[in-house]
């Protein structure tokens, strides 16, 4: 096992009413940005008993709304100029990833003189950000308990991740109950994202990481049998709180600590939806089954045998054998997770893959099996 550092202060109020603890933002100060969605926090209550404890503490908010599912600079750059603007003290995020990402990003931007859009394409100029507070509504990213955000720029087919010790939420606040409306698509597609950056720490060369392996092993055990049941039941508190933690642990850095792991599938996914502003989780379960096939070879089925029999219960004694079993579950299970198995269903062609490959190579190329950019461009046509 490699040598590692681990520091996660974000505090977690995980829980039925945990909502609660919103009172704990004024800590650090009197102006509060909320930052939201489209709606979907206003249907579901969420917004007024947020704004009701606001209140009662003393805060001054002010609002960025319509924040979009693959959040834009726009929406970022607005949030910036209110916060200087206004001299906000903190931000709020309450909703998914893309609401968590947007906030994170507003937040780093109101520290910094130049446009948000170069602290996304270089992570380093991220020198400062106001505290971040976050309140979870959809189990997938992680991004509650992480250092990461994702922004785009449609205007010119970009979308990156950018990433700081500055952006880790100073708390976040997990009630399972906010998870009950998420739509199927959207619990499929949340479920499909956490397994995939589960499945980006697993396949590392490194393995001597036992320990690091049978969490991730754990995590994945926990989405195969609760992710059918919250579709099955989307009130299902025990489903949705299993599915929410699972989103954390997946990306909070505990999974990769000694070793060494380079994402793949997530950088050619992102190009999917920089070009097409198709839903990252869905993007996700199509690619993975595929970047699967193209990384099974004679030195690597040990591993996937590995995640065969561990996750799926695969007897299979051969490690070939078993390791095309593991890859036959985990096309099964997205499709019993009603998950898009195809590029075409989701209308993507083979219009950029060249553009496309060019691009994700630029910021992963895969460590487990490293990909030149043909090798991209071979996966996404295979997915085709
Ligand atoms: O906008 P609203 O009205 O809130 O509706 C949202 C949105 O339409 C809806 N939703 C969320 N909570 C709901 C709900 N609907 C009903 N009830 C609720 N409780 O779900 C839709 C999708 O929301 P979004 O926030 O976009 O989804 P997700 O959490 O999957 O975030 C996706 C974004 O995160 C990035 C993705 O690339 C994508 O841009 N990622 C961020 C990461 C990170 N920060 O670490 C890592 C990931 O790999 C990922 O790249
Ligand atoms: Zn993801």
């Excluded at 917004?47 to 503490?57: F, V």
Aim: glycine fraction near 8%; charge should be negative.
């Amino acid at each position: 096992m490699n040598n590692f550092t681990y520091h996660i202060p974000t505090k977690i109020h995980f829980g039925k009413g945990k909502i609660s603890h919103l009172c704990e933002l004024k800590e650090s100060g009197n102006k509060v940005l909320l930052v939201y969605g489209g709606g979907s926090i206003k249907r579901e209550g969420i917004y007024d008993k947020a704004i009701e404890i606001l209140n009662e503490n003393g805060l001054e908010v002010f609002e960025i709304s319509g924040v979009e599912p693959n959040p834009r600079i726009e929406t970022v750059r607005r949030g910036v100029d209110l916060c200087k603007k206004e001299n906000i003290d903190m931000v709020l995020a309450i909703g998914g990833g893309s609401s968590i990402d947007c906030a994170k990003v507003i937040a780093a931007g109101a520290k910094y003189d130049g446009d948000a859009w170069d602290l996304v394409l270089k992570p380093k100029l991220i020198e400062g950000a106001l505290p971040i507070y976050s309140v979870l509504t959809l189990a997938a990213t992680g991004s509650e308990m992480d250092t990461f955000a994702v922004i785009s720029d449609l205007t010119k087919n970009e979308k990156w991740g950018t990433f700081s010790a500055y952006m880790l939420p100073k708390m976040s606040v997990m009630d399972p109950e906010y998870t009950f409306s998420v739509p199927a698509k959207q619990t499929a597609a949340g479920t499909a994202d956490i397994m995939s950056h589960t499945l980006e720490n697993y396949f590392t060369n490194v393995k001597e990481g036992f320990m690091q392996a049978r969490f991730c092993e754990g995590i994945l055990k926990t989405l195969v049998y609760y992710g059918p049941i919250a579709l099955r039941q989307p009130d299902n508190y025990e489903a949705r709180a299993n599915l929410m933690w699972a989103s954390s642990f997946a990306i909070n850095g505990l999974l990769k600590l000694g070793s060494e792991v380079t994402w793949c599938v997530h950088p050619m996914e992102h190009e999917l939806s920089a070009f097409y502003d198709i839903t990252h989780g869905e993007g996700l379960a199509i690619l993975t089954p595929f970047w699967m096939e193209f990384a099974l070879n004679e030195d690597t089925a040990y591993k996937f045998a590995e995640y065969g029999r561990n996750v799926f219960g695969v007897a299979e004694a051969d490690d070939m054998k078993a390791a095309k079993k593991a890859i036959e579950c985990t096309r099964a299970f997205f499709k019993e997770m009603g998950l898009p198995a195809t590029l075409k269903e989701v209308g993507i062609d083979d219009t950029y893959f060249a553009e496309m490959a060019a691009k994700a190579v630029k910021r992963a190329k895969g460590s487990f099996v490293p990909l030149t950019e043909e090798d991209m461009i071979a996966i996404y046509k295979a997915a085709l």
